[in-house]
C-alpha cells in the first residue's frame, strides 16, 4: 500500500493531482515541493499536501511514490539527480509533454536490478493558464493518462507492485489509461496536441498584430475567434521544451498544415474547396 | 409597429430570429418560407413562425420587414427579384457573412426614391451545424449584428422609422449593434471569422488523414482538439459563398498565417520562438 507520496513541482498539475488523490480516498502522506515557494504555500493552503518539503531529494528518499510534475528539462534533471540517490523500492513517474527523451533515461537510470523505478507518464489535461492556484480536483476526471513504459523494464516484485498500485490511484483520479510506445507517442501528440498549440499560438500572435488594438472587435469573432486562440495564453516555459524535445514531429505538423492552408487558400474559388470541407466534417462526425 | 415579418430561409438563424423575437415580445405576425420543406414546418412546430408562407415573393410583400437568412448568393438572387414588386414601405435586411457585395447590390436597387429599404445586417452568431432544428431562442444575446447600411440611404420617412424599429428589434433580441463600412467588414471578419474558420477546416481535415482511423486517439487530443477542430463540422454550402465573395481578403489572411506557421517552425529551437508566445499572450491578455 502507498502511504507516502512526494509530488515535486506544485504546478496546476501537481497541485491538481494532491487535490484528486484526497479526492479519491488517498489516505496517505503527501509532501510539495516546488522551486517557486508561492507555489507550494497555495498547494498547502488548498489542501493538496499535507506538508511542504524543503528538500525534493530527501523528501523523494522518504517516499515510495514520487511524482515530477514539472517542464521535461527539469523533469530529466531530477531523474538524474534522483536515480542516484533511490532505490528499487522507489518508483518514480511524471506527467512530461513528450516522452522519447524520458523514456530513454528511464531506460539507462532506472527500471534495472538495484535502480529505482520509474513510470513514463502524460496526462491530456491541463488549462492554458498555469499555477497551482487554478488547480481542480477534477482536473483528470474523463482525461486520457498516456503511460510509455517500457515492457520489458526488470523491477523488483516491490517495485513492480508499486507501478500496479500507482496505475489504479490514476485510473481512480477519473483517468482512461492508454499504453503507447514513447516514440508514437510523441509523433501522435505532435499532431492532436502540439500542432493545435503551435497553430493557435501562430494565430493569436497574428491576429495581435491585425485587429490587437481594437479590443472591441474581438468580440465580432465571437466563441469561434475564443476557443480558436484560447490556446493563446499557454505559456512559453512550458512549450519551449516540448518544441526542443519533439522538433522534427512538430516541424512534420506544422508543415503538412502549410501546404493543407496553401491548398485551401488557392482553391478558395474551385470546387477542391468542397473537398477539403468533407474531409473535415467526417474528422466531426459524431 | 411592425406587425408583420416574413423570415425567408427558416435555418439555423432564421428559426432562431423568429423564436428570439417572440421571447423578445413581439406580438405581429410572422409567416416563414424555407427551399426546403422540411425546414419551415420544424420552425412552425418550434413557434419561430405563426404561418408556413407557399410564395415567398407574395409573402414578402404582404410584410413590413422582410428578413433573407440564407447564404449570400441566394441572398443575392432574392434581393433582385424582390427589388421590383416591394415599395418604398418595405424595409429588406438579411444575415450574410460577407457585405460588399450585399451593400453593392443595396445601393443600386434599393433605398433610392421609389425603391424598398435595404438595412445590410450580419449578426456574428451560428453553430457549427446548421439546420432550424438546432434553432435557440437565445442565440443572438451577447452576439455582435453588425450592419453596413451606407450613411447616404436616401428613404422614406416610412422607410426610416422601419429601419429604427427593426434596430431596436435587434438590440432586443440581446444583441450589440455595430455599425461599420461594408468593405472594412469583410476585411475584418476574413481576420476574425473566416481565418478561424478555414483553418479549422484545413485541420481537421488534415488529421482526418492522420488520425482519422483511429477514434480513440481523438480523446488524447483532449479540449484543445475538440475546440480547435469544432469548426471543421461547418457546412460547404455556406462558406461556399463566403469564399467566392471575400476572396481576396481571405487569401490575404490565409498567407499571412502560412508565413507567420513556417516562421515559427523555422524557431521552435530558437529564443524567437518566445517572441511569438509573447505576442499570442498579449492577444489572449484579460
Not at 527523451?101 to 537510470?109: G, K, M, P, Y
Not at 486562440?229 to 518544441?243: F, K, N, V
Amino acid at each position: 500500500m502507498i502511504s507516502r507520496i512526494s509530488i515535486l513541482g506544485t504546478g496546476l498539475l501537481g497541485t491538481s493531482l494532491g487535490l484528486g488523490l484526497k479526492a479519491a480516498g488517498f489516505t496517505g502522506r503527501i509532501e510539495g515541493w516546488s522551486r517557486t515557494k508561492e507555489q507550494v504555500h497555495i498547494a498547502l493552503r488548498m489542501g493538496a499536501i499535507d506538508a511542504v518539503a524543503v528538500d525534493p531529494i530527501a523528501a523523494a528518499r522518504e517516499s515510495e511514490v514520487v511524482m515530477l510534475s514539472m517542464p521535461i528539462f527539469a523533469t530529466l534533471d531530477f531523474m538524474a539527480q534522483l536515480s542516484g540517490q533511490l532505490t528499487p523500492d522507489h518508483l518514480v513517474t511524471d506527467v512530461g509533454s513528450t516522452k522519447r527523451l524520458i523514456s530513454e533515461s528511464a531506460a539507462q537510470l532506472y527500471n534495472k536490478p538495484n535502480c529505482p523505478a520509474f513510470l513514463p507518464g502524460h496526462p491530456m489535461a491541463g488549462k492554458e493558464r498555469s499555477g497551482a492556484a487554478l488547480a481542480d480536483a477534477n482536473l483528470y476526471i474523463g482525461a486520457v493518462w498516456l503511460f510509455t513504459d517500457v515492457v520489458a523494464a526488470r523491477r523488483t516484485p516491490r517495485a513492480a507492485e508499486l507501478v500496479k498500485e500507482w496505475r489504479n490511484w490514476v485510473a481512480a483520479l477519473g483517468s482512461r489509461v492508454i499504453d503507447i510506445d514513447p516514440v508514437r507517442h510523441d509523433e501522435l501528440v505532435a499532431w492532436v496536441s502540439h500542432l493545435p498549440q503551435f497553430v493557435a499560438t501562430a494565430m493569436s500572435a497574428l491576429l495581435e498584430d491585425e485587429v490587437g488594438n481594437a479590443p472591441e472587435l474581438k468580440d465580432v469573432g465571437g466563441r469561434a475567434l475564443r476557443e480558436m486562440t484560447r490556446l493563446g495564453a499557454s505559456p512559453y516555459t512550458m512549450w519551449r521544451d516540448i518544441a526542443h524535445t519533439n522538433t522534427e514531429a512538430v516541424e512534420r505538423a506544422l508543415q503538412a498544415l502549410e501546404q493543407r492552408l496553401a491548398h485551401l487558400r488557392e482553391n478558395l474559388r474551385t470546387p477542391a474547396l468542397r473537398g477539403e470541407f468533407d474531409q473535415a466534417n467526417r474528422f466531426r462526425r459524431e
